[in-house]
């Protein structure tokens, strides 16, 4: 079989980690694979080297930051691949632009457009383990791209799937997928299995233990993913199609996501094209704008509420702040002390009930919901950010996930 195993920030966190890493590949090759490893920075890597280029400026140039972020990969894929080496498997570390990856140009999230594998197969027909750092590729023009953070999961479903591999296992500081943040909630309980469409919304919602794009990518490539531990041998959790798993809970898991702040702007011009033209210009700002709540217009007046990812609040508020100086908004404010909780399920399609059951418990426990939105397979609620853990930890236990 050809398996590509990706390990993450604290399973490569200091050299000690990485020879066991190599250990864990070694079984794999010795089990008579071909393995394809794909590597993070160390952890706090990825983060520090940020602080560096924020020590210059606040807006470091993207292409300069990608330059800076795609070392941190490099540094344990090479280290890696000596440790393999080490320990009498040879292996040759490559970098994304020698991995084939092609992505677009927008430094700092770039998407993947294209993968010529061939180089790694070469390597792998040699008889060598590929070391591949993740979270990069190179761009038509050459440049550096990286792929936003947590991307090597990415990098790793992405060559998977153009290895046509037969498995994608993704090693990190957990066992699996539990039913919420096990560091939020103990109780909390692993899954043997989840479906793509539910774990794709928990990563999207904030569960950062897979990457939201890796997990669509993984959904429409088919690729077989494992989510498991590098620090036991504990069985993982699978990532499959929904038709796979038999037993289908109502409420399969809680996501939190802390990332997030709200925009309200009142006084805002009650014209055909306004929404357009303000939600336009965060899009052209790049701001990704998840709920939206527009209240009733009154004297020509009405008011919009919005959320956005923290990082990307000064973005909005230049935005905000031209539209109050051409005269169609009144006046902004703006909270960063919010959090979105979610709660995620297939079972929600065909049963009713599921999001007053979220609500109550949250009249319960006294917690004010400022914004709510849905889907056919989840309910989101913005809360006071100093509710966050309360407000997971109530959900959890109010549809019985601790049981
Ligand atoms: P890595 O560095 O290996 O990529 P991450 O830190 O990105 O690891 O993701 C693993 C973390 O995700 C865990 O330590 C855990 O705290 C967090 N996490 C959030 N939600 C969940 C969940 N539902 N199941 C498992 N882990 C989760
Ligand atoms: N090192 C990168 C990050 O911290 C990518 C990753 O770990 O997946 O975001
Ligand atoms: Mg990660």
Redesign the pocket.
């Known amino acids: 079989m050809v398996i590509v195993q990706k390990f993450?920030?604290t399973s490569v966190g200091d050299l000690e980690r990485i020879q066991n890493v190599a250990n864990r590949v070694s079984k794999t090759l010795k089990e008579g694979h071909k393995v394809v490893v794909v590597v993070?920075?160390m952890?706090g890597?990825?983060?520090k080297l940020i602080a560096y280029a924020e020590h210059y400026t606040s807006t470091p140039q993207r292409s300069e930051v990608d330059m800076l972020?795609s070392s941190?990969?490099r540094v344990t894929a090479a280290l890696l691949s000596i440790a393999l080496n080490a320990i009498g498997h040879p292996a040759v570390s490559m970098s994304g632009r020698k991995a084939g990856i092609v992505t677009d140009n927008v430094h700092t999230k770039a998407r993947i457009e294209s993968i010529d594998p061939s180089a790694m197969r070469a390597q792998l027909d040699a008889g060598n383990v590929v070391v591949v750092a993740?979270?990069q590729g190179v761009s038509e023009e050459g440049n550096v791209t990286?792929?936003?953070?947590?991307?090597?999961?990415?990098?790793a479903v992405a060559l998977a799937g153009a290895l046509e591999a037969d498995l994608c296992e993704i090693y990190t500081d957990v066992d699996g997928i539990y039913t919420t943040d096990p560091r939020i909630e103990p109780k909390a309980k692993k899954m043997d299995k989840i479906s793509y469409d539910e774990m794709l919304e928990l990563a999207s919602l904030g569960a950062k233990v897979l990457?939201n794009r890796s997990v669509e990518l993984a959904k429409k490539l088919n690729v077989n993913l494992v989510t498991r531990s590098s620090f036991s041998e504990a069985e993982g959790t699978l990532i499959t199609k929904e038709e796979n798993i038999m037993e289908k809970p109502l409420v399969s898991g809680i996501a939190l996501d802390k990332n997030q702040a709200r925009v309200s702007l009142s006084g805002v011009v009650d014209r055909p094209g306004i929404a357009s033209d303000i939600f336009t210009s965060l899009a052209d700002a790049s701001v990704n704008i998840d709920m939206i709540i527009q209240t009733l217009g009154h004297d020509g007046k009405t008011n919009l509420d919005f959320t956005v990812p923290k990082t990307e609040l000064l973005d909005a508020q230049n935005v905000v702040e031209q539209f109050i100086g051409k005269g169609e908004i009144s006046e902004a404010s703006y909270d960063e002390n919010i959090c979105k909780v979610s709660i995620v399920g297939v079972g929600m399609k065909s049963h009713t009930g599921v999001a007053a059951k979220a609500f109550q418990t949250m009249a319960r426990e006294n917690i004010n919901i400022m914004m709510i939105s849905t889907s056919e397979i989840k309910v989101s609620m913005v809360v006071a950010e100093k509710y966050s853990e309360l407000s997971v930890r109530s959900l959890h236990s109010a549809y019985s996930l601790d049981q």
């Not at 990286?146 to 990098?155: A, E, F, I, V, Y």
Request: proline share 0%.
């Open positions: 993450g920030g993070s920075a952890s890597e990825t983060n972020l941190g990969e993740g979270f990286t792929l936003g953070r947590g991307g090597s999961d990415l990098s990457q």
